[in-house]
């Protein structure tokens, strides 16, 4: 049997209630463009629910209720949206994950490779663009594509996360940098592609390569000036040095065996939120590095704080609480999913929480004062656990899903790409509902018995050769039926799901509630759509052309309300998936921002038509072995790029196609010396020699005969 690799009623908001004076609400007699450019500060962002019109940070309220109060565009009138501009934006046919931030009619938005576009947000006309120049060959280093999620503002600037790790100051009136720090060391394969988030004046920023081998800790810098205010380290270091603070003394204790040496992982690469009242900021964290707990610490443990939301003091980084979502995790089980706070009734009490749909596929709903957990369901297909035992919070897991202590493999719902990734969920108030992005995949993890330390590329410990895909299209076809995605309406205080809406496939876009009764996704497919919030009734859809991840947002100017939504697709699916990505998204994949209002008359052009490459491989001359030995290679270092089994995704090259396939010098020089880096494509000789490029190169060839054969049957009917 083949295997299957496939791979969160507020009353009020409490935000609105909090510290830091008056509100500065757009006064009605002064236009947005008299502001200053991203006029932020810390009256303005605590209140800006108020500000229905702006979308000021990254989840538009410290909240991160992703919950739109503009009411112009309603369930009664949305089958009269049309497309009021669209931008075409310079990046590369990447995946495109950025929520735009609008500010007093300005738009900035952000791109693949870290790009920053500031748009006038009635015509989308460029002010300014800025590139930050990442060095191609730093995206071997992005486990998940070259994405950027957005940009933070205060008091006149602009903060941006680079993928190769730097956190730069822009003024917003002109996109030049103001100032630059490295946030991480570049001797080590760290990438950002979190937006940044502004608490007191401080710029908050984590980082991502839990899957390279890294250490995962969170920063703050001054926003004016750029210097370090306080550090997090969310896994403790070496024991043998002092611990950089008093938790991580508690925590080295939940850990076994040398795993510093490894990095150990839990990097806050996404999600955070910020109580003004309490005084408290979330952050998420991530996976053990590698994956595989065996590999990690050797004889168990929790592994604190892996996959874990922590609570934070923001002034000065202190630790307050934490609750521990998958203790010695060892599937990719990330924590870093989007974390809502909200006011609901539960059992008929008012309580203040912390919602999160992690890749584990469990809703968790804490108690954001203490960290208690309240409740926690399963929202999707799980296997690996039968339930969260709210005794101890802990899961009731199958002892089977722990392929590196079973040393047997363990075939788990959900995967790494989890049931719920990075795509934002929302919150309606309104409805007291979370509108939940939910994928349905499974994922075999085979524990890898010769684990070795690569410096390009994954290092999880977990055998990509051996979980592949099967080479018989039919069987491939097979896994691809049992794949699905859903948008879920999950009620939070009964763990209950109020409607959902099935898709044929399983990586779509994050999701916008409206106060219009409207909630917005955009679907792997290229539709955009809106459902009803209360029901899910579809009410209106319309074809973007492209593959779409981001989610919408929404804004006016000058009285008209606006949806945004940004399109582009790839990341860890659409890149690593293979065939079972080539096949679940629609052709064509141009990197735009799209925005659309009320009788909107703008017109996109025709759709790209992606040419054909002919498939022209060199005669297929190693032996089998060699060609197996290839795939080895290809599938630890090779795959998760250029896709399972030689098979693109249809983001990036598909290398059977390529060729340099046929040119056995031309491809040394890309893999072994890095002739393409700039294009993206790192040099791989600090891993492979010659003689192994060359058994990947005939594992390629190898696969792309067999697509010949494929072809050439499908022409005989
Ligand atoms: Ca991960």
Same mark, same amino acid.
Request: charge should be neutral; charged fraction near 15%.
């Given at each position: =049997? ?10 009020? !908001? ?22 200053? #450019? ?22 538009? *309220? ?44 300005? =738009? ?82 760290? *990438? ?22 890294? &250490? ?136 203040? !929480?912390?919602? %999160? ?34 005794? *101890? ?23 790494? $790409? ?5 795509? #934002? ?57 049992? =794949? ?39 679907? /792997? ?21 492209? $593959? ?30 293979? %065939? ?31 040419? /054909? ?33 030689? !098979? ?34 790192? #040099? ?18 190898? &696969? ?14």
């Amino acid at each position: =049997m083949s295997v299957t690799r496939v791979v969160v009623l507020a009353l009020v !908001v409490v935000l609105a209630a909090g510290c830091g004076g008056e509100p500065s609400p757009a006064s009605k007699g002064e236009t947005a463009a008299a502001k200053a #450019p991203a006029a932020v500060d810390a009256a303005r962002l605590t209140a800006a629910n108020a500000e229905g019109g702006n979308w000021m940070s990254y989840g538009r *309220t410290y909240d991160e209720q992703r919950f739109s109060p503009l009411k112009q565009i309603t369930a009664d009138n949305v089958s009269q949206l049309g497309l009021a501009w669209h931008y075409d934006l310079d990046t590369a046919h990447r995946a495109q994950e950025s929520t735009p931030l609008v500010i007093d009619g300005v =738009m900035y938005v952000t791109g693949a490779w870290s790009k920053v576009f500031a748009l006038d947000a009635r015509t989308g006309k460029e002010l300014w663009r800025y590139d930050p120049q990442v060095p191609g060959e730093w995206g071997v280093h992005a486990c998940c594509d070259v994405v950027n999620r957005g940009v933070a503002a205060w008091n006149g600037k602009l903060y941006l996360g680079t993928l190769d790790g730097r956190l730069i100051a822009l003024d917003a009136a002109t996109g030049k940098p103001v100032w630059t720090v490295q946030t991480t060391d570049p001797s080590q394969p760290y *990438t950002i592609t979190a937006a940044p988030r502004v608490v007191k004046g401080k710029v908050l920023i984590g980082n991502g390569g839990a899957e390279m081998g890294v &250490r995962g800790y969170f920063s703050a810098y001054d926003a004016d000036t750029g210097k370090l205010a306080w550090r997090f380290y969310t896994v403790p270091g070496d024991p043998s040095k002092p611990f950089e603070a008093p938790i991580l003394e508690k925590a080295a204790k939940t850990w076994k065996g040398q795993w510093w040496k490894y990095g150990g992982g839990g990097t806050v690469w996404d999600a955070m939120a910020y109580d003004p009242k309490l005084d408290l900021l979330y952050i998420g964290t991530g996976n053990g590095s590698p994956w595989n707990a065996a590999i990690r610490s050797p004889g168990g443990g929790d592994n604190l704080f892996l996959s874990s939301i922590i609570a934070l003091r923001p002034d000065t980084g202190e630790y307050v609480w934490h609750y521990q979502t998958t203790p010695g995790e060892s599937w990719d089980f990330t924590a870093t999913q989007h974390l809502i706070l909200a006011d609901i009734a539960i059992d008929g009490r008012p309580r203040q !929480v912390i919602m %999160q749909a992690p890749k584990n596929g469990f809703f968790y709903v804490l108690d954001r004062a203490t960290g208690e957990l309240i409740s926690a369901k399963n929202y999707a297909v799980v296997n690996w656990a039968t339930g969260i035992d709210m005794k *101890t919070g802990r899961p009731i897991e199958n002892p089977a899903s722990r392929y590196g202590t079973t040393g047997k493999p363990w075939i788990s719902m959900p995967g790494p $790409g989890g049931a719920h990734n990075w795509q #934002p969920m929302a919150f309606s108030p309104l409805t007291g509902l979370v509108y939940l992005p939910v994928t349905d995949i499974a994922f075999p993890y085979f524990p890898d018995t010769h684990f070795v330390v690569n410096h390009q590329g994954f290092n999880v410990g977990a055998d990509f050769a051996k979980g592949a895909l099967p080479e018989d299209p039919k069987a491939v076809a097979q896994i691809l039926a049992t =794949m699905k995605g859903h948008l879920a309406a999950w009620n939070p205080a009964t763990q209950t799901e109020a409607w959902r809406v099935e898709f044929p496939l399983p990586w779509n876009g994050g999701v916008l509630a409206t106060a219009g009764n409207l909630v917005f996704q955009g679907t /792997a497919m290229g539709d955009f759509v809106a459902y009803r919030a209360d029901s899910g009734a579809k009410l209106w859809s319309t074809q973007t052309q492209t $593959g779409v991840l981001a989610p919408p947002m929404s804004y006016d100017v000058d009285g008209e309300q606006y949806v945004a939504l940004e399109v582009g697709w790839g990341g860890a699916f659409g890149l690593a998936a293979g %065939q079972l990505a080539r096949d679940t998204h629609i052709k064509g994949n141009t990197p735009r921002v799209l925005v659309y209002k009320l009788n909107g008359q703008d017109k996109l052009p025709p759709p790209e038509t992606p040419a /054909a490459l002919p498939l022209n491989p060199p005669p297929e001359t190693a032996t089998a072995a060699v060609a197996e030995e290839g795939k080895v290679l290809y599938s630890r270092s090779c795959g998760t790029c250029h896709g399972d089994s030689a !098979v693109s995704g249809g983001v990036i090259t598909d290398l059977r196609y390529s060729v340099a396939l046929g040119n056995d010098q031309l491809f040394q020089s890309i893999v072994h010396d890095g002739a393409y880096k700039a294009k993206g494509m790192a #040099p791989f000789a600090s891993d492979f020699g010659p003689a192994e490029i060359e058994k990947i190169r005939a594992y390629i060839i190898h &696969r792309a005969h067999q697509q010949l054969a494929i072809d050439a049957a499908a022409a005989k009917h």
